[in-house]
């Protein structure tokens, strides 16, 4: 006789690659709060804020919720490319808007993050599933090292790219997405990488929408709860992104770029994907522009033919998106 088991799925333990800054920080709450997700470290690169800011505000989250992930210094600066830059535009003068994180002087990981990258997908073989929300520099430079971490990796998950659907061609120039244009070489090894990538671009996150009023709710509703002061921290940081997105897009709220990378490990189900080899252009003025081969047909002349395929996210559930979002973080209770 078969009994039903009782046990729960182990959670998927990730890597966070992020470049901290607002959404980040949306990201980053969202994977610490969810049950089913063993957030192991942020690695930190440059991006939305310098490395030196972002350091500082991972670990201002990390204190802050008393979280137990690791804080791993990473890249600074582009593999090849001049650096765009911080977006302070966007993110604020240190990264997250008005919310300016005090010095912080907890101790970091000593490694670099691309050998932290390394030593965790090594120690835990198929376990591993990294999620990068900034520029690709520190995976590619992960893989210049150690190629071998291809075939023990669980899952690469991307927030970045435009590759067109609804007409999502970029967000920094008309055809680059940012975190792609701040390193388009790193960006090229990794998606053409034979390892299995998802990428969560434009074309879904720009399909997904944080209202002004859906942010206000979630600080509500979480009052006089364990999530209050987490729902009041992303209302917080959300002020200055608001105010870009009014003022710039006029738009009353923001699009769920980072968090839609976490929201993909846990429901993938949300997402519809289309598969094909991916390049992306490294110079000239479509510099970041990602383009993927989709349509299976065979060439006379194909330097496609012997890449690696991967997904790219074409649709995506908002709604379901946005409730998942909003009944993990209500349901959010910070370690003690």
Known sequence: MFHKSNVLPQPHKIILDTDPGIDDAMAILFAEAHPNLDLKALTIVYGNATLDDGIQNALFIKNKFNCQFEVVAGASV??????????????GPHGLGDVVAPPQTVAIDERPAYQYII?????????ITLVAVGPLTNLALALQMDASICSLVKQVVIMG?????????????????????????????????????????????????FSSDYLDALRDDALLTQSADACQFIHDVSRYYLRFYADKLGLAGCHVHDPSAIAYVLQPELFSLRQGPICVVTEGPAIGMTLQKFDGKRYPMDDWESAANQQVGVEVDASALLELYRTTLLAYMPKC
Do not use: C
């Not at 030593?119 to 376990?127: K, L, N």
């Not at 940012?178 to 434009?202: C, K, Q, R, T, Y």
């Open 119 to 127: 030593d965790t997908i090594h120690a835990h073989p198929g376990e």
């Open 78 to 91: 582009p593999l090849k490319r001049p650096a765009v830059g911080a977006t302070v535009a966007v993110h």
């Open 161 to 209: 790219g435009a590759f067109g659907e609804h007409g999502h061609r970029g967000n920094v120039t008309p055809y680059a997405e940012a975190n792609i244009h701040d390193d388009p070489h790193a960006a090229d090894i990794v998606l053409s990488a034979p390892w299995p990538v998802v990428v969560i671009g434009l074309d879904v996150t720009q399909q997904s929408f």
